[in-house]
């Protein structure tokens, strides 16, 4: 459960999901095997299609990976979820993998959301949760021209993130200064009164 870029409510309240290494990476003729398991048991509450059915609730419960080097690059033949549901158990593809850097969209008719490799693992961000700007930005998957990084000191253990990062805001050039904005008391006692009963 992340609430990443949420207000005091909860407004971007989420479900992430931490995959563990099943076993140690097989490698061998330059191609890495992956497989990585989801002990938790919470389910995600976002529409997925399969095979054209339509499911409400939904649990990602391991994924595979095949990635294979080929000169001094990195391709990703094979991304596969399987995917628990109240029907039974499905293979999907991962339409969207982060690794080492680079975002990789693999296509669009597979498990929505991304997936990113982490130390020891690796992250699943349902649709919702990778749509949010902050959890691209935190996670890196995404950049802007107008947040530049100044501090970060994240750090995932067992699942867990914790840490923070701080961005620096760059406003564009163009953005028309509003000094109404810029004030630091209340143009009014009525206004002032309002704000200290949070109305």
Same mark, same amino acid.
């Given at each position: 459960?992340?609430?990443?870029?949420?207000?005091?409510?909860?407004?971007?309240?989420?479900? =992430?999901?931490?995959?563990? %290494?099943?076993?140690?990476?097989?490698?061998?003729?330059?191609?890495?095997?992956?497989?990585? =398991?989801?002990?938790?048991?919470?389910?995600? !509450? !976002?529409?997925? +299609?399969?095979?054209? +059915?339509?499911?409400?609730?939904? +649990?990602?419960?391991?994924?595979?990976?095949?990635? #294979?080097?080929?000169?001094?690059?990195?391709?990703? !033949?094979?991304?596969?979820?399987?995917? #628990?549901?109240?029907?039974?158990?499905?293979? %999907?593809?991962?339409?969207?993998?982060?690794? +080492?850097?680079?975002?990789?969209?693999?296509? $669009?008719?597979?498990?929505?959301?991304?997936?990113?490799?982490?130390?020891?693992?690796?992250?699943?961000?349902?649709?919702?949760?990778?749509?949010?700007? =902050?959890?691209?930005?935190?996670?890196?998957?995404?950049?802007?021209?107008?947040? #530049?990084?100044?501090?970060?000191?994240?750090?995932?253990?067992?699942?867990?993130?914790?840490?923070?990062?701080?961005?620096?805001?760059?406003?564009? $050039?163009?953005?028309?200064?509003?000094?109404?904005?810029?004030?630091?008391?209340?143009?009014?006692?009525?206004?002032? !009164?309002?704000? #200290?009963?949070?109305?």
């Amino acid at each position: 459960m992340s609430y990443m870029g949420s207000d005091a409510k909860g407004d971007r309240l989420t479900d =992430m999901f931490y995959l563990s %290494l099943a076993d140690q990476p097989s490698i061998s003729s330059h191609v890495a095997e992956f497989h990585l =398991m989801n002990s938790q048991s919470n389910f995600v !509450e !976002e529409d997925l +299609r399969i095979n054209n +059915r339509w499911f409400k609730s939904w +649990r990602l419960t391991e994924i595979l990976i095949h990635i #294979k080097e080929v000169d001094n690059d990195y391709v990703i !033949e094979k991304a596969q979820a399987v995917i #628990k549901t109240e029907h039974g158990n499905y293979e %999907l593809p991962i339409n969207h993998v982060f690794f +080492r850097g680079r975002s990789i969209q693999l296509g $669009n008719q597979g498990l929505p959301g991304i997936f990113v490799f982490v130390h020891n693992g690796g992250i699943y961000l349902p649709e919702k949760a990778s749509s949010f700007l =902050m959890s691209q930005l935190f996670f890196g998957f995404h950049s802007s021209p107008y947040f #530049k990084e100044v501090y970060s000191s994240p750090s995932i253990k067992q699942g867990h993130i914790s840490g923070f990062k701080i961005w620096e805001i760059l406003y564009p $050039n163009d953005i028309e200064t509003r000094l109404d904005y810029l004030q630091t008391s209340f143009p009014s006692r009525t206004l002032f !009164e309002a704000w #200290k009963r949070g109305k």
